[in-house]
């Protein structure tokens, strides 16, 4: 038996043969050329069938795997529109005098060096799809020069990488799993396995050679293991664990539509996080009564400007829209601290968890916090939103982000555009000093949400991010419980409910503890919509 380890990226067992995908890599000449006219045509006519190929990927993904997951290929198709990209290839095409082959190639180098360099993990991770972008268009200038790959009987993948137009492409009735030598949690790829349910591991590097072709294996999505020819305790024992699997998802399914009561009749909303739009489909699917957390700031880390009101309203609308008149809590710009931002040009701080950061830039910069009230209460129009502010030490930062919010509906009224005038305020409570004063803040909002992350790292005096303290940093210590307690106790005294959004909110030996509190809602990771509802369905307070 051979043991092979990399990341998981999407959980279940898949057992049945090892079938190497042997991509053959399309080998780039740069020649002279006599008309660089010419081959800016040739590029042009590639671009523009590659762009057809993407808008064909689209619809198929579509039906496999949703709309919000599809938005994979409607990247890579900006990116093919990108003028910075089409300028470098045309520019390097003229200047070298090279062929269309050779100004692609360079660009998508440049463009790969300069993803893979920024500090923010989701941006390194577009470097993968520029490169997909460009062999696209290498493999229109060089058609025929690449086989294609078919499965006969139902394996398990096993390929260097694996782009998400392959992924979506291969036959889902065969693909087992997927292994591969590259790749991260967060590519592009990774995140299509987990909508279609595939159980995927990446990075496992140079340890894959090409003799294990063909051999019986096992892979463990979980655990991120590959086993090769494994012995009969290992196969017994991941039979079994994907029997479990099995058999848990189909008690999940039905707990889809039932509202998360306990025995006793106590009702708890159990609400999805959200940290970008293409992340939808895996609360509706897992069936989220709504979305208690969504980061706004995904927008700004995405982007090498400050997005317009109408990017942000475009965003903001598909996920309120796409919730169907559930509510969607929109958690107004939170950056700095952990979250750096080049274009902001933020002050350099020795302790930015304690600096400037989320609402102390937002009332700091109106124009960029306006900006996006604006378009949130655009999208209020589209279905249940409510607003909320983090990092609230005091009621005078209160009133004023209460009162860009009236100024930013007389604007609309004024204007005739149509919004919600009953989207809910209400603000994070994730400072020691938010608890404090509790009392005086429910009585200005509609609503509490306790950041637990923070609201531990700030009562502790423990930055999250130095792991030299990790054995420090107790979410559960008897100080951040009291301050939960606190809250709750303050919001319902003011007659506002109070939710949790932190990872606490699933830590599931704690449900029982924030219901007898009196929590209202808690917002978790999508995944474990189902899992915490099937824990409050089995709780009982009246013991």
Excluded at 3 to 30: H, M, Q, T, Y
Excluded at 185 to 208: D, F, N, Q, Y
Excluded at 488 to 506: M, N, P, Q, R, S
């Amino acid at each position: 038996m051979h043991i092979i380890n990399g990341v998981g990226v999407s959980e279940g067992v898949a057992i049945g043969p090892l079938r190497f995908f042997d991509k053959k890599r399309i080998e780039i000449d740069c020649e002279d050329i006599d008309n660089a006219d010419e081959e800016v045509a040739r590029f042009d006519k590639a671009r523009a069938v590659a762009c057809a190929q993407l808008d064909e990927l689209y619809e198929s993904a579509k039906e496999k795997v949703g709309e919000e997951s599809a938005a994979i290929f409607d990247i890579h198709r900006m990116m093919l529109d990108d003028m910075d990209y089409i300028e470098s290839v045309i520019d390097i095409i003229h200047e070298q005098n090279v062929n269309t082959e050779c100004a692609v190639m360079q660009t998508a180098e440049k463009f790969r060096r300069l993803f893979a360099s920024m500090d923010n993990d989701y941006m390194k991770e577009r470097a993968a799809d520029v490169v997909d972008v460009s062999n696209r268009l290498q493999d229109v200038l060089n058609p025929g020069l690449r086989e294609g790959f078919e499965l006969d009987t139902p394996s398990i993948i096993a390929a260097v990488d694996i782009s998400p137009g392959e992924a979506v492409q291969l036959d889902n009735d065969k693909v087992l799993g997927f292994v591969t030598a590259e790749g991260s949690a967060v590519t592009h790829t990774a995140i299509l396995a987990r909508s279609m349910m595939i159980p995927a591991v990446v990075g496992v590097g140079a340890k894959l050679p090409a003799g294990f072709n063909g051999k019986p294996a096992i892979l463990d999505g979980a655990s991120g293991t590959l086993y090769i020819e494994p012995d009969d305790v290992v196969e017994a024992e991941l039979n079994a664990k994907q029997n479990r699997i099995r058999k848990q998802r189909e008690m999940l399914e039905r707990l889809k539509g039932r509202p998360s009561v306990t025995l006793d009749g106590t009702k708890i909303d159990v609400f999805a996080n959200l940290s970008h739009p293409a992340a939808l489909d895996k609360a509706i699917e897992n069936a989220a009564e709504g979305i208690g957390l969504f980061r706004s700031e995904f927008l700004f880390l995405e982007s090498d400007d400050f997005p317009t009101e109408d990017e942000q309203f475009a965003s903001y609308k598909k996920v309120v829209a796409g919730m169907n008149g559930k509510k969607v809590v929109i958690r107004t710009l939170d950056i700095g601290a952990d979250k750096q931002v080049g274009y902001f040009d933020l002050p350099d701080e020795a302790n930015p968890a304690m600096g400037m950061r989320a609402i102390r830039i937002c009332l700091s910069r109106p124009e960029i916090f306006k900006t996006q009230l604006r378009a949130i209460y655009r999208a209020s129009a589209f279905g249940n939103v409510a607003i909320m502010f983090p990092m609230i030490i005091s009621t005078g930062e209160v009133e004023e982000a209460l009162r860009f919010t009236e100024e930013v509906m007389d604007e609309l009224r004024r204007e005739g555009v149509e919004f919600d005038e009953g989207v809910e305020r209400g603000i994070m409570i994730e400072t020691p000093a938010a608890v404090m004063i509790g009392s005086e803040l429910a009585s200005m909002v509609d609503f509490f949400s306790i950041g637990t992350n923070d609201l531990t790292q700030y009562t502790l005096a423990i930055d999250r991010q130095n792991a030299g303290l990790g054995h420090l940093y107790d979410a559960k210590h008897p100080a951040v419980m009291k301050m939960i307690e606190m809250a709750v106790k303050a919001a319902h005294d003011a007659g506002i409910w109070v939710g949790i959004c932190g990872e606490l909110g699933a830590d599931m030996s704690l449900t029982e503890t924030f219901l007898r509190m009196g929590v209202d809602e808690l917002s978790v990771s999508a995944g474990m919509v189902l899992l915490l509802r099937e824990k409050i369905l089995t709780l009982d307070l009246r013991r």
